[in-house]
């Protein structure tokens, strides 16, 4: 977990609420990748940057479930600098406390966790309770009014960093953005800025993670214009900030008639979808996941889904090929090839 700027902290505080939700290690953006196979989840709680590293650091996890053989070590940094890496202890269902005793220098202190498949609902770090990205309530970015209208359908959303009006244009420029939730099939952005002739250079796509993403542009010696632009108006943001300042996501007003936070626009279906997937559709329950509606099945007699050279077998649930098909003598429901074959093969015998 990488500290956050202050002002995009506050705002993340602002998005926060309790983890009623159920999170894995291995799935929740607070957990970074480990160095190596045996321990491949990280909970950082201090670095040497942070003022009160020194201090003791705890750290409560409540597991619902895990593998067999889940275990957590600490990780941290002693007077010298080097690493000090702790024995391997079992986590147990329920609410685990770990602590880690003060000391007199600036450390680094972090929890590795041996499995990506420990379920908790409850995770603080000092006393502070944490959420999961994906636990946040974000604004989908088509209805924010930070984000501008982008230059093209495949990168419709855009927010400017600087201009060459701006005194600081040509410095480091930096973004932070905490996505909460991504379309099904994922969400990019790109860097687009001006060069020192004034022409435009389009980065290339970058895919969005869930969780914070964080994006800086070097520095260059003349002033420009820097740009981030998005794919979709369905990435949920639950915070950003530009150069550090935290920029408020006030939602544009926009028709949404089925109240479910997206604008018609761009909502793929204004309303509901019923137990077949169908917008706005009637069924109320598919419980066999069949394609076809409970009603349907009960009151519709099914031999009517049944095509031609075909009837309905109540025995095998299915259609078979009729009887009454002279020719079909495979019984598939249609006269063919391997009808013919069938007939030549027995061609010219003798019936006993």
Same mark, same amino acid.
């Given at each position: 977990?990488?500290?956050?700027?202050?002002?995009?902290?506050a705002c993340?505080?602002c998005?926060?609420f309790?983890?009623?939700?159920?999170?894995?290690?291995g799935t929740?953006?607070?957990?970074?990748?480990g160095?190596?196979?045996?321990?491949?989840?990280?909970?950082t709680?201090t670095?040497?940057a942070d003022?009160?590293?020194?201090a003791?650091?705890?750290?409560?996890?409540?597991?619902l479930?895990?593998?067999?053989?889940?275990?957590?070590?600490?990780a941290?940094?002693?007077?010298?600098?080097?690493?000090f890496?702790?024995?391997?202890?079992?986590?147990?269902l329920g609410l685990?406390?770990?602590?880690?005793?003060?000391v007199?220098?600036?450390?680094s202190?972090?929890?590795?966790?041996?499995?990506g498949?420990?379920?908790f609902d409850?995770?603080?770090?000092?006393?502070e309770?944490?959420?999961?990205a994906?636990?946040?309530?974000?604004?989908?970015m088509?209805?924010?009014?930070?984000?501008?209208?982008?230059p093209?359908?495949?990168?419709p959303?855009v927010?400017?960093?600087?201009t060459?009006?701006?005194?600081g244009?040509?410095?480091a420029?930096?973004?932070?953005?905490?996505?909460?939730?991504?379309?099904?099939?994922g969400?990019?952005?790109?860097?687009?800025k001006?060069?020192?002739?004034?022409n435009?250079?389009?980065g290339n796509?970058?895919?969005?993670n869930?969780?914070?993403?964080?994006?800086?542009?070097?520095?260059v010696?003349?002033?420009?214009s820097?740009k981030?632009q998005?794919?979709?108006?369905a990435?949920?943001?639950?915070?950003i900030?530009?150069?550090?300042? %935290?920029i408020?996501?006030?939602?544009?007003?926009?028709?949404?008639?089925?109240?479910?936070?997206?604008?018609?626009?761009?909502d793929?279906?204004?309303?509901?979808?019923?137990?077949l997937?169908?917008?706005?559709?009637?069924?109320?329950?598919?419980?066999?996941?069949?394609g076809?509606?409970d009603?349907?099945e009960?009151?519709?007699?099914?031999s009517?889904?049944?095509g031609?050279?075909?009837?309905w077998?109540a025995? %095998?649930g299915?259609?078979?090929?009729?009887?009454?098909?002279?020719?079909d003598?495979?019984?598939?429901g249609?006269?063919a090839?391997?009808?013919?074959?069938?007939f030549?093969?027995?061609?010219g015998?003798t019936?006993?």
């Amino acid at each position: 977990m990488k500290p956050l700027p202050y002002l995009l902290a506050a705002c993340f505080a602002c998005f926060s609420f309790a983890l009623a939700a159920q999170n894995l290690t291995g799935t929740c953006d607070l957990f970074e990748e480990g160095t190596n196979a045996s321990w491949p989840y990280v909970l950082t709680a201090t670095s040497p940057a942070d003022p009160g590293s020194s201090a003791e650091q705890t750290m409560e996890i409540n597991v619902l479930s895990m593998p067999v053989g889940a275990s957590y070590r600490v990780a941290k940094t002693v007077a010298n600098g080097n690493w000090f890496f702790g024995n391997a202890t079992a986590l147990s269902l329920g609410l685990n406390t770990v602590s880690v005793a003060a000391v007199s220098f600036d450390r680094s202190v972090k929890f590795q966790f041996s499995s990506g498949d420990v379920e908790f609902d409850l995770l603080t770090v000092n006393a502070e309770e944490l959420s999961c990205a994906s636990d946040l309530e974000g604004v989908p970015m088509a209805n924010c009014a930070a984000f501008d209208v982008g230059p093209n359908a495949t990168w419709p959303h855009v927010i400017t960093a600087t201009t060459p009006d701006d005194p600081g244009s040509s410095s480091a420029q930096t973004m932070n953005i905490l996505v909460s939730a991504l379309p099904a099939d994922g969400a990019n952005y790109r860097v687009v800025k001006t060069v020192a002739n004034g022409n435009w250079n389009n980065g290339n796509a970058v895919a969005l993670n869930i969780g914070m993403n964080e994006v800086t542009v070097s520095e260059v010696s003349f002033a420009r214009s820097v740009k981030f632009q998005f794919s979709s108006g369905a990435i949920e943001v639950a915070g950003i900030s530009i150069n550090g300042a %935290s920029i408020a996501c006030e939602v544009e007003p926009c028709d949404d008639l089925d109240a479910d936070g997206i604008c018609d626009d761009v909502d793929d279906c204004v309303g509901a979808l019923d137990a077949l997937g169908i917008c706005n559709g009637t069924c109320l329950e598919d419980s066999n996941a069949n394609g076809i509606c409970d009603a349907d099945e009960d009151f519709v007699d099914p031999s009517s889904y049944c095509g031609p050279g075909t009837t309905w077998d109540a025995a %095998s649930g299915q259609c078979v090929g009729a009887d009454t098909c002279m020719g079909d003598f495979d019984g598939d429901g249609t006269i063919a090839t391997s009808d013919l074959l069938g007939f030549l093969a027995i061609f010219g015998t003798t019936c006993i």
